[in-house]
């Protein structure tokens, strides 16, 4: 039939590629391979009868078609999760997080031994994503997002807010005069980076080429390791500072235009074991100690 349905399989790919903008990102999340990923994007675009993605060099970019057509599907998808749940019931005590990769892994990974002690009949099932989503994943019970702030249309709360500056391994030499001369890492589309931290204290900055990487994953470790001078923030470097593996040369902290945001759904809200696991995060955030000395006067962030 003509106006039948595309198969299941081949809307999940579809959703999951157009989320990562990546075949490969797609693959990895449905345990698949690139090439059975592009397959059922060729068979969905051959059954509608439309292209959904632009192949470019090296990204995928949906074209008006694929634009207007995800939000339908994850819509579609959201409305048979609300539904299985309301018939099968939700696992009690399982929470579905959503974070950003270098979150995960920097700061959240080493703490789970500490919420399981807490909390040990609650299970997590956490996700990473690179870059913030646009709206709260499907199916996620918890988010936390790391963003300049917060549409009108998502509810959620201010989580923490940072301190950046550089850090290098420590016995690393530099000075503020040379830094510009030495090999530099950062977080790619930040606020938060070299040019502002010099320009936050009147420092002259000729803006030296600096190592970009998609997360703070890829350049901490090198700056570790001893390859050059790299810009964090608390949350980010705060463990590896403590573990000795990395020292903040300079006294000098500015505020991190971005923040973390805690977002719970609609159905988290009545969960127990959502709400503890956000109260604690809550908790371990209070605790967390923080790289800056007091906010500038009149600083508001977002």
């Avoid at 939700?90 to 002690?117: C, E, H, M, T």
């Avoid at 994943?137 to 201010?158: K, N, P, Q």
């Amino acid at each position: 039939m003509k106006n039948a349905l595309p198969p299941l399989g081949w809307l999940r790919t579809f959703e999951a590629a157009a989320r990562h903008l990546s075949f490969t990102g797609a693959a990895r999340d449905l345990n698949m391979t690139q090439s059975a990923v592009s397959q059922q994007i060729k068979g969905l675009e051959s059954h509608l009868g439309k292209t959904l993605f632009h192949r470019r060099p090296r990204a995928l970019e949906l074209t008006p078609t694929g634009t207007t057509y995800l939000p339908v599907v994850r819509e579609a998808f959201r409305t048979l999760t609300n539904g299985t749940r309301a018939i099968s019931g939700p696992q009690k005590n399982v929470v579905q997080v959503q974070s950003n990769i270098s979150f995960a892994v920097q700061w959240l990974s080493p703490r789970l031994g500490q919420f399981y002690d807490a909390h040990p009949d609650v299970l997590l099932n956490i996700s990473t994503e690179i870059w913030e989503p646009r709206g709260m994943a499907e199916g996620a019970d918890v988010e936390i997002r790391f963003s300049l702030g917060l549409a009108d249309t998502v509810r959620g709360e201010l989580l923490r807010r940072d301190h950046y500056y550089p850090v290098c391994a420590p016995g690393y030499e530099v000075t503020l005069a040379d830094l510009h001369q030495h090999r530099l890492f950062d977080c790619a589309n930040l606020m938060a980076n070299f040019a502002a931290w010099a320009e936050d204290q009147r420092l002259p900055w000729p803006n030296p080429p600096v190592t970009y990487t998609t997360t703070y994953m890829a350049c901490l470790p090198a700056v570790a390791a001893g390859a050059g001078v790299g810009m964090a923030h608390d949350i980010m470097a705060g463990d590896m500072i403590r573990q000795g593996r990395l020292v903040a040369p300079f006294e000098h902290r500015a505020p991190v235009p971005e923040a973390y945001y805690l977002l719970l759904s609609a159905q988290a809200e009545h969960s127990p074991s959502a709400r503890a696991f956000a109260d604690w995060l809550r908790s371990e955030m209070a605790l967390e100690p923080s790289g800056g000395k007091d906010w500038p006067e009149g600083f508001k962030g977002v």
